[in-house]
């Protein structure tokens, strides 16, 4: 018995329907790069010509600024264009004009903005020759293989000569065999030839158009700025903790203590008053206990742990008094797609979600969704409550979403007066899995 398989009919059309779309994905590229690029030039070298020369009366500095932004929309339309065809390239971070003189000229100091300006001429030449091979490339093919329909309309005169004629074979035979032979040749190869000078074109404006170093820079701000509003989520929890600590479990010790001290004086002159008293410190006891239980459950609550997120968020759905539905995807419950991290802040959005619902939202329902979408999480929890939630400091929302931007996360929260309410949160999938996944597909 053979093992080999012969190739599917229906999988070879949907490769050549594949191959027939990017190539004509490649092609509008390299047209619609053709007209921006000479659209680009036509505006942009005159507004440098003229901001170059009135730079001695000052002038020519702001021509030179709005020639740079413009350079720049120019460029973010050949990034669109790429993407269409399926490079991406990074767009870069453009400085902000400030107030005051220099303020509005903080665009001259831009590398980048030259590196703009610099790629208009270059995608010129560059996108005037890839669409003058482009074109003809792509006309030939089916010009060739229809040469036996058209050419009976081609002036029939003793000097009509062709290719065939020059090669030494005269005669309409051969030279219809010779432009259908050229026609399946253009046809065949004008995939590759597209695809060609599109990654050309790709390659210089990843060159030109993505400036690595201000990535690079981004990130780290971004970075930053998350770390420090992670900790700043830590410091409210702490705050949080230490404020409900005083207020509940040490409460409750502190009137334990002094009911046993009145239990002891009582013992030998009122027995039955001082187990009475006894009894109301067991029960003290007993709720300074549950209390410091369900503290302990918002430091590290072991149910996620142990059972996942499924088990959690049900757990915490069941303890409230609001009628919650929760429906999260499997693959979420004990698999690697979010980290330790990122499970803990899906936790606590969703803790701190509800709570604040059974506090203030006169919800008689709420649901609370966990999807994967791609490469992030997306946390969904609604009610049909009052609405006027907010994450606004003094709100019950508030540090959310420093704990989010701990793990690269955002929130954003829909509450109009009236409701409905809905919270909408993302954590990105963890980058280990995100990969396998990738590489399985």
């Excluded at 269409?84 to 005051?100: E, I, N, S």
């Excluded at 000078?197 to 390659?203: F, I, K, S």
Aim: aromatic share 6%.
């Amino acid at each position: 018995m053979s093992d080999t398989t012969e190739p599917s009919p229906i999988d070879g059309s949907t490769r050549l329907a594949r191959i027939i779309r990017q190539s004509g994905r490649d092609l509008a590229c390299i047209v619609g790069g053709f007209f921006i690029a000479l659209f680009g030039f036509i505006v942009c070298v005159p507004m440098f010509s003229a901001g170059a020369g009135t730079i001695p009366i000052v002038f020519g500095l702001f021509v030179l600024t709005a020639c740079l932004v413009v350079a720049g929309g120019f460029a973010q339309f050949h990034r669109n264009l790429l993407a269409g065809a399926g490079y991406q390239l990074r767009r870069p971070v453009y400085p902000v004009g400030r107030k005051g003189f220099w303020g509005k000229l903080r665009r001259l100091r831009s590398a980048q903005s030259w590196r703009d300006l610099l790629h208009i001429p270059i995608a010129f030449i560059i996108g005037t020759t890839s669409f003058c091979i482009a074109i003809p490339w792509v006309v030939a093919g089916p010009a060739g293989l229809t040469f036996w329909f058209w050419s009976r309309y081609l002036p029939d005169d003793s000097e009509r000569r062709g290719l065939a004629w020059l090669l030494g074979f005269p005669g309409d035979l051969p030279e219809i065999a010779l432009n259908s032979v050229l026609g399946v040749v253009f046809l065949v190869t004008a995939p590759f030839v597209l695809r060609g000078l599109v990654g050309l074109q790709a390659a210089i404006g990843r060159g030109l158009l993505v400036d690595e170093a201000s990535h690079l820079r981004q990130q780290v701000s971004e970075l930053t700025t998350s770390r420090a509003a992670a900790g700043e989520a830590e410091v409210h929890t702490l705050r949080r903790l230490e404020r409900d600590l005083h207020d509940g479990p040490q409460q409750r010790l502190v009137r334990l203590g002094m009911d046993l001290g009145a239990a002891d004086r009582r013992l030998d002159t009122d027995p039955e008053s001082a187990r009475q008293i006894l009894r109301q410190a067991m029960e003290q006891s007993q709720e300074a206990l549950a209390e410091i239980r369900t503290l302990s459950r918002g430091i590290a609550p072991p149910i996620l742990a142990e059972h996942g997120l499924r088990a959690a968020v049900t757990a915490l759905a069941a303890r409230g008094m609001i009628t919650t539905t929760v429906d999260i995807d499997e693959e979420l419950d004990h698999s690697r797609a979010l980290s330790d991290a990122a499970q803990n802040a899906v936790y606590f959005v969703v803790a701190e979600s509800l709570a604040n619902k059974e506090k203030h939202s006169a919800a008689t329902g709420c649901a609370v969704e966990i999807r994967r979408v791609g490469g992030i999480v997306v946390i969904t929890i609604s009610d049909d409550g009052v609405g006027g939630a907010s994450v606004a400091k003094g709100h019950g929302l508030a540090g959310l979403s420093d704990r989010l931007s701990g793990v690269d996360g955002t929130l954003i929260v829909s509450s109009p007066i009236g409701g409905p309410t809905m919270i909408t949160a993302t954590v990105p999938v963890n980058a280990k899995d995100q990969r396998a996944a990738s590489e399985l597909r």
